[in-house]
């Protein structure tokens, strides 16, 4: 399906890396949905979504140990491979915690166009939310030959846990065994191989790093960062921090800083003409036959002349988190149902009021109106524009 680009890094194989660079502003393509509240009441144990890692001919220290873990709080990514006295400069740079380099692209896997690294599976779980890191048979998987994808491309996109996929460019591809379902932490990363396969499959060497700056603002480390970055690199947040209003106060109401009677209507409208199109992983436009339930919100709030980010995750940065007993018609609801990453907001709904919301809730469903519920919610969004457009420039959404 296509996509637009919204992430800096090159397409793998057969695209012009200089002409896709170009197309991008930020780090990856991403689709963000999750399933509703329905399907989770009772997620299953991490282990579940690991294949079978008793055929491996690996022996059993082939990946180390889990590490000190990190959090990645800037990524960078440039069309070829990183300058070695770069990377050194910027792990002894003030206030850098650690450095991961891997291999970055925007790929073919099952069919879908996603954000796919390469890594280190000692090194590189160590970046990763809990439960994703702590799996010792996932990195061994992954060490094999395996692909792990995010837990939304599996459980929404319909791509089966064991399964051989197709993983590479438009033009040449190698089949893979999903080796676990897996999200990574970063909203743009849908795929996830060794550096080993990546290689194999043709994609750059160590053209982007992940950087854990825990004491300093991200912003304001990415400025710094370009004085010293190649011409054409590029550096993004990874997954900044939402914005939630002070103990006390409430988000604005007027000034022009959120949606006027009119927008919210309009968003509304829109949302009602999109009813009984089908759930589509990665959908956003009738050009996929469907919607996932970002791509409704994108589609539903441009109507009303607001620019949203694509995923779930950047949309909820697109106002002021609020609780949602405080929710009103056009705010959009955002929950974190992801087991692979706690925390994480993986789903989205626009509120219609009166305990209703109209989503995309998940694969084999269509866009419908649903009762609110609360299980793994994470508030409302009381979006404004000029905060939306902001955060969908910075990405490239």
């Known amino acids: 399906m296509g996509k637009p680009n919204r992430r800096i890094l090159p397409t793998i194989i057969g695209v012009s890396v200089l002409t896709t660079l170009a197309a991008n502003v930020a780090v990856l393509v991403a689709h963000d949905d999750k399933p509703a509240g329905a399907r989770q009441q009772q997620a299953p144990k991490s282990a579940r979504y690991v294949a079978a890692s008793g055929s491996t001919n690996l022996s059993p220290t082939a990946v180390a140990p889990l590490g000190a873990r990190l959090s990645p709080h800037v990524l960078v990514a440039a069309p070829s491979t990183l300058p070695a006295d770069v990377v050194q400069r910027i792990r002894g740079a003030k206030g850098v915690k650690g450095v991961e380099v891997v291999d970055a692209v925007q790929g073919m896997v099952a069919g879908k166009r996603v954000g796919l690294l390469g890594v280190n599976p000692s090194t590189f779980r160590n970046y990763t939310p809990k439960p994703t890191a702590k799996s010792d048979a996932l990195w061994r998987n992954l060490a094999s030959g395996d692909v792990a994808i995010s837990f939304t491309m599996g459980n929404d996109g319909g791509v089966q846990l064991g399964s051989q996929v197709p993983v590479g460019g438009t033009q040449r591809q190698s089949q893979l065994r999903v080796g676990a379902y897996a999200t ?22 160590g053209n982007a790093m992940l950087i854990s700056v825990p004491k300093t603002e991200p912003r304001t480390f990415i400025q710094k960062l370009r004085k010293v970055l190649p011409k054409q690199a590029r550096a993004v947040a990874v997954n900044p921090e939402i914005d939630f209003p002070e103990a006390g106060k409430n988000a604005p109401a007027s000034n022009g800083q959120v949606m006027t009677a009119q927008q919210v209507r309009t968003v509304i409208q829109a949302a009602y003409t999109r009813l009984g199109w089908p759930y589509v992983w990665g959908g956003e436009s009738e050009a996929e036959g469907g919607y996932d339930c970002s791509g409704l919100m994108q589609f539903a709030f441009a109507k009303a002349g607001i620019r949203l980010p694509r995923v779930a995750a950047d949309q909820a940065r697109a106002g002021w988190v609020i609780p949602y007993s405080k929710a009103e018609p056009g705010d959009m609801l955002i929950w974190a149902n992801d087991p692979t990453a706690p925390g994480y907001i993986s789903h989205i709904a626009l509120y219609l009021g009166n305990g209703k919301m109209i989503a995309a809730p998940r694969r084999g469903t269509v866009v419908q109106i649903q009762n609110v519920y609360t299980r793994n919610m994470r508030g409302a969004v009381r979006v404004s524009p000029k905060t939306a457009g902001k955060v969908a420039g910075a990405i490239g959404g």
């Open 184 to 205: 990574m932490g970063i909203s743009d990363v849908d795929a996830v191989v060794s550096h080993t396969t990546a290689q194999a499959l043709g994609m750059p060497s």
